[in-house]
């Protein structure tokens, strides 16, 4: 059994030091989040959690302490579902921190119930993507004078199955909470494409990472049978940690090794579907978040 699971999960390790580096790691309060801020913290690096429910975010910083005294971590309260919450979240990121050199977007929500965040988008949309996309928008200053620094966006192989639906964008006309989901994940990689070629001369590269099919809460969503399969077969899926591997990868690899813009999985650069390589739609889904969002962003 150890061998087959050997095959599905491959095994991977660095020494890299992060000393006096500041990392943002966003829904870091469990799962691969959480492997990912406690990796950081034991490499040295300052590690803020930045959560919509601080209760789990400060129980998760205690955790981390616990087990590496020393740590230099704290959690900070955002609800990417709340664009308000966004706007504050950064402006204390810039009254506390001089520097930020990592923003790993790794908060998502995954196949849920219709519902819309506060500003009116649909959950999905609105956190995995927009959500994430305003964040690095308002951070990016901090981002460049923290020069070289990288933005870390977690998406899912399911974007291969997504399209960008631009004429019902918002599913207001129709919802399926897969179809949602695989649009968001799409929009992840759009995003990552586009952000590299915009800042590509300003010391901030960007990737996009698949963590693998990872044993974490986001699977709440999904639907009795499916969660039946899941349970069933769970020691086949990676550990939070082992889902983390591909993200840390994007962090601790030397910039010469990485292609800015690209997508990543099982610790490697991997080949995204035709419609995440889509420049044009890379360029129309940056217009038009811009103008969900109201800013201008060029």
Known sequence: ME?????????????????????????ANTGIGKETAMDLAKRGARVILACRDMEKAELAVSVIVREMGGAKVEA??????????????????????KVLHF?????????????????????????NHLGHFFLTFLLLDLLKHSAPSRVITVSSSAHAMGRIHFEDLNSEKQYHPVKAYVQSKLANILFTRELAKRTAVLGVTAYAVHPGVVNTDLMRHIKRPLQLIFKKFSYFLKTPAEGAYTTLYCILTPDSELTSGGYYSGCAQAVCARAGSDEG????????????????WR
């Open 76 to 97: 900070r309260k955002l609800d990417l579902a709340d664009t308000k919450s966004i706007c504050e979240f950064a402006e204390n990121i810039y009254n506390t921190e």
């Open 103 to 127: 923003l790993i977007n790794n908060a998502g929500v995954a196949t849920c119930p219709y519902s819309t965040t506060v500003d009116g988008y649909e959950m999905q949309l609105g956190v």
């Open 281 to 296: 739609t890379a360029l129309k889904l940056w217009a038009v978040s811009c103008h969900l969002l109201g800013i201008c």
């Open 3 to 27: 061998k087959i699971r050997s095959l599905i999960t491959k095994r991977w390790s660095s020494d890299v030091r992060l000393d006096g580096k500041t990392a943002i790691v966003t829904g």
